[in-house]
């Protein structure tokens, strides 16, 4: 029973094409975050939500559009694929928001490769 | 969060101790510290994380020292499955969550 469940693994798109990756948990948890694994392999955040609002955008730009319909959710829509989005891209999931005694669940990544 | 310094990478004997150094000199007394792992190809797993005293759970202890400027996470019996990127992470209150992964330290056991 997958906790957190990102979709689709793996997705080839062509430069200008706008795509959307998915994200599903089952945890109950209240924060939600996406996070990207550039080719350097360095992890790092792009956006939070918790309970359905937004909490951090680490300076992402605009043509990536978080959206959570429900607190169970976060999907990441790509506007205008550019070459240098291709990455690893991480959905993660917390039960509270702000504190320090949290674990975060990660989900498999979906692999973007944008040619 | 606290700044946190690994080897980037180290080796094990596989059935051996793996013990994995952290430097968190700049840490907070509320900060916690974490460690979380990346095996090849996989989302970042959680594996331990402990504020002042020394915690052990199924899959390994951590063992902060008593100024809490270093850490040392514990593998007991490292199997060729443990073979991943080990994160150590300063993470406290009010951050809203985010984690902050460093370069981390690459650990390859070996049979």
């Known amino acids: 029973d997958t906790a957190v469940s990102q979709t689709p693994k793996y997705l080839v798109t062509q430069m200008g094409n706008d795509k959307s990756i998915k994200c599903e948990q089952n945890?109950?948890?209240?924060?939600m975050y996406w996070y990207k694994q550039d080719s350097k392999k360095f992890l790092k955040i792009m956006f939070s939500y918790n309970n359905k609002e937004l909490i951090i955008n680490e300076t992402v730009p605009n043509r990536f559009s978080p959206k959570s319909p429900d607190k169970a959710h976060l999907n990441l829509h790509i506007n205008s694929l550019e070459l240098g989005d291709s990455a690893v891209y991480f959905c993660?999931?917390?039960?509270?928001?702000?504190?320090?005694?949290?674990?975060?669940?990660f989900g498999q990544g979906t692999r973007l490769t944008v040619v | 969060d606290a700044k946190t310094t690994q080897p980037p990478s180290m080796d094990c004997a596989e059935g051996r101790a793996a013990n994995l150094p952290c430097n968190h000199s700049?840490?907070?007394?509320?900060?916690?510290v974490y460690w979380y792992r990346q095996i090849h190809s996989q989302g970042p797993q959680y594996i331990i994380h402990g504020l002042k005293n020394n915690e052990t759970n199924e899959m390994a202890s951590l063992i902060i020292t008593e100024d809490r400027k270093s850490s040392t996470l514990i593998l007991p019996h490292a199997t060729l499955r443990d073979t991943a990127v080990y994160y150590c992470i300063g993470h406290g209150s009010g951050n809203t969550g985010k984690l902050i992964f460093g370069q981390g330290t690459t650990l390859q056991v070996k049979p």
């Open positions: 993660a999931s917390s039960p509270l928001s702000g504190g320090g005694d949290t674990e975060a669940f």
């Open positions: 945890l109950g948890h209240d924060t």
């Open positions: 700049t840490i907070s007394g509320n900060e916690y």
